[in-house]
């Protein structure tokens, strides 16, 4: 069965620092990820899926079908990017599996 | 505006009192779904409809039922709601094959 896991519930971290947000995924189908973020008092939205390979407000995230993982990552935080971080992958029929989420604080 | 609609925003009540939460859609997406958000659980898929008159299970759908009569709207009905269905609720819709899911405010539902 397809899951999504994302083994940090809380991430903290100082603006300018990098910041790696991890997900693995185990599905037996070729896969199709995305990241959601929800932003406080903001609903829950697209971020970037991999299939577009683009970067979204400097955040990039690489599928690695070997190591299955599709980790977020931005080079230097900032104050705005304090967020609660969902990993998903796509299955059949548009349905998407989450994962647990990581909320992300990024300290002045 | 392009958007989501969930209603009740926030609702109180108690255990077997039947409820309804309604969702509304305006783009036209084939795709609805419902997902239940739970502290250290993250977002559980509950129904899902990929048209009108098709409805599935998620991974949670006990103790929920849903109906799609028409494209825009998906309501989530409690028959017999328990304390156990606590949760914050969000209903999302999409084109089929996007992966793009459009999520409403949420709605929290507090069952006594």
């Known amino acids: 069965a397809q899951r999504v896991t994302q083994p940090e519930k809380l991430l903290s971290v100082f603006k300018g620092a990098p910041v790696e947000l991890k997900c693995n995924y185990s599905y037996s189908g070729s896969p199709e990820l995305f990241w959601y973020v929800q932003y406080s008092r903001q609903r829950l939205q697209l971020l970037l899926r991999?299939?577009s390979r683009e970067s979204i407000k400097g955040f990039t995230a690489d599928l690695n079908k070997g190591e299955t993982s599709f980790h977020l990552k931005k080079p230097f935080a900032q104050e705005e990017d304090s967020a609660m971080y969902y990993c998903a992958l796509e299955t059949s029929g548009s349905r998407l599996t989450f994962g647990e989420g990581t909320q992300l604080t990024v300290n002045p | 505006e392009a958007q989501v609609t969930q209603n009740p925003r926030y609702l109180i009540t108690v255990t077997g009192k039947k409820l309804t939460v309604t969702c509304s859609q305006n783009m036209n997406h084939e795709y609805m779904s419902w997902y239940r958000q739970d502290p250290g659980l993250g977002l559980r898929q509950i129904y899902y409809s990929m048209n009108v008159e098709v409805t599935d299970k998620g991974d949670v759908p006990e103790g929920y039922k849903v109906s799609r009569k028409e494209k825009r709207n998906f309501p989530l009905i409690l028959e017999s709601p328990s304390p156990n269905q606590t949760s914050l609720y969000f209903c999302?819709?999409?084109?089929?094959?996007?992966?793009?899911?459009?999520f409403g405010e949420g709605s929290r539902l507090t069952v006594l």
């Open positions: 999302a819709s999409s084109f089929l094959a996007t992966g793009e899911l459009f």
């Open positions: 991999h299939i």
